[in-house]
């Protein structure tokens, strides 16, 4: 199912570009206020300002630092709190991408999957106290620039005209580290009227390879899913199939399994989902395969961000978003493992052959502000 609509989306992506490419009128754009910058929708204008904003003030001049990854989680946490299922008991299930984790911050960052959100939403604030940009909007962009200074990102969606949230979320929407695969396979079924299945939660977890823990282990916030937390790359998939043999501060933690790095966290979802019979081959599919790694989250963050939203009432603006750096170094084994060393779980397939650093044994440093 997830292939046969991505495949009707590229071909109907194809046909709209064909049709603004044939059609002059359709491409005129609008100069903005600004004098500056230039956009097909005059809605965008008030992003370019934003957008740099945030690049100086927030990522520390473009970066891919501590707040681009912690952005970008918020837009997963924000968007996945949205229930059908609880809809049709006549059960307030969220409104999605609506904002409420930052409008209602005293109420959702206190849910225990949120924690530690509460810092990167106070750190969004004042860019959204001093822009007139609605919160719902602000939180889904503010996590497509923060993505964007990873070289091998894609560029990522951004729309404007999403309706805000007036009430908060139910806790218990945003899957935990320490859930099964069921429970996280139907989690993110119910949020995405079933287009979120087993596939696509892996294109999902893509966004774990820039990603860091503050407080699974709060003894060492700051502990990166792979060695590569600066690169958009397929490093996490591949170090998430190795033996894990240390736990890298005081673990076991809840939600916490061995790691096979020191330095390096590995969440006990992550592992199950790797080796899930169900997952485990499309997981070994995004191995030395950057293209994939681009192109699918590229593709679910777009219905990610617009939960729980009409998207024709929306205005597409991606254009805002700079067009991500090319991936930077190549797919390996950390130096001091192997082969040897890959807990292999897909049996359709081999593990792909990948080198090895050279060097001693590979030891991650922390993602820090």
Do not use: Y
Request: proline share 8%.
């Amino acid at each position: 199912m997830a292939f046969k609509l991505l495949s009707s989306l590229v071909a109907l992506a194809a046909a709209i570009q064909g049709a603004i490419a044939a059609s002059p009128q359709l491409t005129r754009r609008v100069t903005c206020p600004d004098g500056v910058n230039t956009a097909s929708n005059e809605a965008c204008c008030q992003l370019f300002a934003i957008r740099d904003d945030l690049q100086k003030n927030l990522f520390d001049g473009g970066q891919c630092n501590a707040e681009a990854h912690e952005s970008l989680r918020l837009t997963f946490h924000d968007a996945i709190a949205i229930s059908p299922a609880l809809e049709a008991q006549g059960i307030f299930g969220g409104g999605g991408a609506d904002g409420s984790i930052a409008i209602f911050s005293e109420i959702e960052t206190g849910f225990h999957p949120n924690i530690g959100l509460d810092e990167v939403v106070e750190k969004q604030r004042p860019f959204i106290e001093r822009h007139n940009l609605g919160v719902a909007d602000f939180i889904q962009f503010a996590g497509a620039i923060g993505a964007s200074n990873c070289p091998g990102a894609p560029q990522l969606a951004a729309f404007v005209g999403r309706k805000d949230a007036t009430r908060p979320a139910p806790d218990g929407l945003v899957p935990e580290p320490f859930h099964t695969p069921d429970q996280i396979f139907e989690r993110l079924a119910d949020a995405s009227n079933g287009e979120f299945d087993e596939i696509l939660t892996v294109w999902l977890l893509v966004a774990h390879t820039i990603a860091a823990a503050n407080d699974v282990d709060p003894t060492i916030p700051g502990s990166p899913f792979d060695s590569t937390p600066g690169v958009f790359d397929s490093q996490f998939f591949v170090e998430t199939s190795l033996q894990g043999t240390l736990f890298p501060g005081d673990g076991p933690n809840k939600g916490e399994v061995q790691s096979p790095l020191h330095g390096e966290m590995r969440l006990q979802s992550d592992f199950a989902i790797a080796r899930d019979s169900r997952s485990a081959c499309e997981w070994q599919s995004f191995i030395n395969n950057q293209t994939k790694v681009h192109d699918m989250f590229q593709f679910v963050f777009h219905d990610l961000s617009i939960l729980g939203q009409d998207i024709d009432s929306l205005v597409d603006c991606t254009e805002v978003v700079p067009v991500p750096q090319p991936v930077i170094g190549r797919t390996h084994f950390p130096a001091g493992l192997t082969i040897s060393d890959v807990n292999h779980a897909c049996a359709e397939t081999p593990f792909p052959t990948l080198p090895t650093d050279p060097g001693p044994r590979t030891s991650v440093a922390p993602v820090l502000p």
